[in-house]
Nanobody, 122 residues
Framework: VQLQAYGGGLAQAGGSLRLSCAVS????????MGWFRQTPGKEREFVAA????????NYEDSVKGRFTISRDAAKNTVYLQMNSLKPEDTSVYYC????????????????WGQGTQVTVSS
């Protein structure tokens, strides 16, 4: 399984970005998918997750109401729509896939994509 994240970039505070994560493999629908972020010197932080079949979602408190995670089975892609961006959202964002249930901790995921940088200016 390979994951490729893209869509990061520079945004102004209050603006929006959409991250995408393309997943290889024929069992995409069975994977729980998550987004994490990490800034230098800090641990990787949970952002959002979506379960495989049912599509239940879970969000870190600071992004609730601003970020939306979704998935498109036809495209084997998971998205993170980020609205009302804040400078503190600046980070490298990673997508991850879990063979089991989705988790809010990094060790719960089995596959990781490369990071994509998101920078929010004030």
């Amino acid at each position: 399984v390979q994951l490729q994240a893209y869509g990061g970039g520079l945004a102004q505070a209050g603006g929006s970005l959409r991250l995408s994560c393309a997943v290889s493999g024929r069992t995409f629908s069975s994977y729980g998918m998550g987004w994490f972020r990490q800034t230098p010197g800090k641990e990787r932080e949970f952002v959002a997750a979506i379960s495989g079949i049912v599509g239940n979602t879970n969000y870190e408190d600071s992004v609730k109401g601003r970020f939306t995670i979704s998935r498109d089975a036809a495209k084997n892609t998971v998205y993170l729509q980020m609205n009302s961006l804040k400078p503190e959202d600046t980070s490298v964002y990673y997508c991850a896939a879990a063979l089991g249930s989705v988790a809010t901790f990094a060790n719960g995921y089995d596959y990781w994509g490369q990071g994509t940088q998101v920078t929010v200016s004030s």
